[in-house]
């Protein structure tokens, strides 16, 4: 049975669990009662202080357990929580107050300076809370769990009402709020849970960031809603301590995204270091990559290095958000983004004018299902284009093989038009990856006076390497067709990414660009 609600993961395994180990961030190990009742005194306070029922709270923290007590107790008061990059500067978490209107705003020490500047620009911001005591003057947390009223009584949560706002990367334009309730959300978490077959015995841990949707879905609500531990990392360097974090705690699931799993693909060990290393990942019994394309590649050589199931899967923010999964127990398809998550997450893939194309034909990709958000928020037209009869039209370009597994093929917008021809990027970049030279690569296009458009690459070779571009073109036109080969191919110490790790190839659209115009 789908929980009514996001509080209401926190409330039943705190009473099924109440001793069992929730978070584990260093040393500090916090249990599922202590864990609830610490939200719970939050919520109280929050309300206490002024937030009201279906306000916006946004959350500005690093990984952090303060981070999960914010968000549930924020949950919990009624309102709902806006979790917002710690990378941004200080404009970008304007734009994101600003667009929602956020009443409050709950920090740390290290953005308390950029909070407050905010507070006095902003009309709608009207209190600054912090995770810990800095200054007096500015409430912070210990000091709301004080200030719980005995008289407050829980809000009244729908299950259809609003939980978080989460804001696209804005790969095109400002980023968008997508509207995700508390069905959502929770339904996800349930779906991802009996899809890799989790329970209170297992151990995530949690070296993505928490403000990610698939961060908090699949290293938070799911192993809360399990009863499983949550091995809360601050960051993934340095990352000796995240291997000691999961032999200490026998870690069972590990999420990560690609560029995690190439590094433990590729890493140098001396011979005698090898199985030594490897032993330190003997508890876990599977791992999960999400966020961004995984290579081909990259799967095989972590399988082969140290034979766990590596599950890749899909999914946006506009779908709670994860959407399909290669199975645990079944046949699992390298390239494939695997099968839908449940029952009730329904595929199509389309043409232009929105037909249904057969296994092998490649078109736009749509979802329909309890994880699909409620719209952008305060942008009805933009809810109107992405979301028509119940169907999420993704943007992303995807095929069916005759089993039912469905094949990511890039961005609609990514999409390269050759003399009329479809080119897809991720294709090239398969290709790209195969090189044993190339560790990163990166494929985009560009404008051409006699084809319309070409691609181009970007490559980041591994360490020692050395290879030209002829080589590289060379290597290409063994394995594609003359049409999608790269005109140039451009060599990079590194590529722009986003936190999760996946290339931000408007940046190098961007710059590109910039090029043209000199």
Same mark, same amino acid.
């Given at each position: ?107 740390? /020490? ?107 879905? #699949?290293?938070?609500?799911? +192993? ?19 291997? /000691? ?50 290579? #081909? ?24 958000? #994860?959407?399909?999964?290669? +199975? ?11 099968? +839908? ?76 038009? #050759? ?100």
């Amino acid at each position: 049975m789908i929980p009514q609600n996001l509080p209401e993961i926190l409330r039943t395994s705190s009473h099924k669990y109440p001793r069992r180990t929730a978070i584990v961030f260093g040393q500090k190990k916090i249990s599922y009662r202590h864990l609830y009742e610490t939200a719970s005194a939050v919520a109280g306070g929050l309300t206490e202080l002024g937030v009201q029922k279906g306000d916006r709270v946004a959350l500005l923290l690093d990984n952090c357990p303060e981070f999960i007590i914010s968000y549930y107790a924020i949950l919990m008061a009624g309102a709902v929580a806006v979790p917002i990059n710690y990378m941004f500067k200080t404009e970008e978490v304007k734009f994101i107050l600003q667009d929602n209107q956020a009443s409050c705003l709950i920090t740390s /020490r290290a953005y308390v300076d950029m909070a407050e500047e905010l507070r006095l620009r902003l009309d709608s911001l009207k209190y600054v809370v912090t995770s810990g005591k800095i200054k007096s003057g500015i409430p912070d947390l210990n000091q709301l769990k004080k200030t719980k009223s005995r008289n407050l009584t829980p809000a009244f949560i729908n299950p259809d009402e609003p939980a978080v706002i989460l804001y696209t990367s804005g790969t095109t334009g400002f980023p968008k709020g997508a509207e995700l309730s508390h069905y959502n959300l929770s339904s996800n978490a349930l779906d991802s849970l009996r899809a890799i077959k989790v329970t209170h015995r297992d151990a995530f841990i949690c070296i993505l960031p928490l403000f990610h949707s698939f961060a908090a879905t #699949v290293c938070m609500n799911l +192993p809360l809603l399990a009863g499983s531990k949550i091995v809360l990392m601050k960051s993934i360097r340095p990352f000796k301590r995240v291997i /000691r974090a999961i032999r200490r705690n026998r870690v069972t699931v590990f999420v990560g995204i690609p560029s995690v799993y190439a590094i433990l693909k590729d890493i140098k060990l001396p011979v005698f270091l090898r199985n030594f290393f490897i032993r330190f990942f003997h508890s876990v019994r599977v791992s999960i990559s999400g966020a961004a394309a995984l290579p #081909v590649e990259t799967l095989k050589g972590f399988q082969r290095r140290f034979g766990i199931p590596l599950l890749e899967g899909y999914g946006l923010t506009e779908a709670s958000p #994860v959407v399909t999964l290669n +199975p645990l127990k079944g046949k699992r398809k390298p390239g494939s983004i695997g099968l +839908p998550l449940a029952a009730h997450i329904c595929l199509r893939i389309v043409d232009e004018k929105g037909n249904d194309l057969p296994s092998g034909d490649t078109g736009e990709l749509l979802v329909k299902g309890p994880n699909v958000m409620r719209g952008y928020f305060r942008k009805e037209e933009a809810s109107r284009e992405t979301i028509r009869d119940g169907w999420l039209y993704t943007g992303d370009m995807a095929r069916f093989d005759r089993e039912g597994y469905v094949y990511i093929v890039g961005r609609k917008k990514e999409m390269i038009n #050759v003399r009329g021809l479809n080119v897809y990027p991720r294709e090239i970049e398969e290709v790209l990856y195969q090189n044993p030279k190339v560790r990163e690569a990166a494929v985009i296009g560009i404008e051409d006076p006699h084809k319309g458009e070409v691609p181009k690459g970007f490559v980041v070779l591994k360490e020692g390497a050395s290879v030209s571009e002829h080589e590289i073109i060379q290597f290409l036109r063994e394995r594609l067709a003359a049409y999608k080969i790269p005109r140039t191919v451009e060599f990079r110490t590194s590529l722009p990414k986003n936190t999760t790790g996946k290339v931000l190839k408007r940046v190098l659209a961007e710059e590109e660009s910039r090029k043209r115009r000199a």
